[in-house]
């Protein structure tokens, strides 16, 4: 297995040696990832399948997963859920983290105090991905599960320093499945997710925990 490096998010990706000299989409932010060269296996002009999934199911060796997100996708919308709604949400807006107070939300780094230190929280990865034509799209979403203890408090540290509390795939329950739908519905126009029935569903489906991943339907065309 080769570990490679999304040039566009950072996402660490693995995928098989078979694929060297290739070049596939990253499962993040739809980005071309180049597979480098090696002396033993030829390059092929066929473009190396680059699917996404946390634990690869049995006998998938080929292919790739995300180990850890490094960094915040700068054009993804990013949701952290405690059991019952939102707690904390970031965009790419120069506001940072927002964390919840009461009934709104304020800047995370000035209300370092209203940080709760543990909790079962589950980070949500809204990918929203631009188009050539100039439109964006939410293609898919993907749920972390978090740790328990001080997951929060990393905010502090900076934009990015939340990742460093993952510690797998999560799963939502009903209350958490409808706030992300809400929060969907309030922040972005119709014609960014309506097509999107797959996401659609999966978000509206209040019978069980769903499975921690909600892979893309719609991969974006590379620009």
């Known amino acids: 297995?080769?570990?490679?490096?999304?040039?566009?998010?950072q996402a660490r990706l693995k995928v098989s040696s078979q694929f060297t000299g290739r070049a596939g989409k990253c499962p993040r932010c739809g980005e071309i990832v180049p597979i480098r060269q090696s002396e033993q296996t030829p390059a092929s002009s066929a473009p190396a399948e680059l699917a996404a999934?946390?634990?690869?199911?049995a006998g998938d060796e080929d292919l790739p997963h995300i180990e850890h997100p490094d960094r915040l996708v700068r054009h993804f919308h990013y949701l952290v859920c405690d059991r019952q709604g939102l707690v904390a949400t970031w965009e790419s807006n120069g506001q940072g983290w927002m964390i919840r107070s009461g009934t709104t939300f304020v800047r995370a780094v000035?209300?370092?105090d209203k940080l709760p230190?543990?909790?079962?929280?589950?980070l949500v990865e809204l990918?929203?991905?631009p188009h050539q034509d100039g439109s964006h799209r939410l293609e898919g979403l993907h749920v972390y599960?978090?740790?328990?203890?001080?997951?929060?408090?990393?905010?502090?540290?900076?934009?990015?320093?939340?990742l460093g509390a993952i510690r797998g795939p999560g799963s939502l329950n009903r209350d958490q499945k409808a706030a992300v739908f809400r929060y969907i519905r309030e922040k972005f126009m119709r014609p960014i997710w309506e097509d999107n029935q797959t996401l659609i569903d999966y978000l509206t489906n209040q019978d069980y925990?769903?499975?921690?991943?909600?892979?893309?339907?719609?991969?974006?065309?590379?620009a």
Request: net charge positive.
């Open 209 to 222: 925990h769903s499975p921690g991943i909600s892979p893309p339907t719609h991969p974006a065309s590379p």
């Open 1 to 9: 297995m080769l570990v490679v490096t999304c040039p566009s998010c």
């Open 127 to 129: 990918q929203i991905v």
């Open 145 to 162: 599960q978090l740790a328990a203890r001080y997951a929060l408090t990393r905010i502090e540290r900076g934009e990015d320093a939340i």
């Open 53 to 57: 999934s946390p634990s690869p199911p």
């Open 110 to 112: 000035r209300n370092a």
């Open 117 to 122: 230190a543990q909790g079962d929280f589950k």
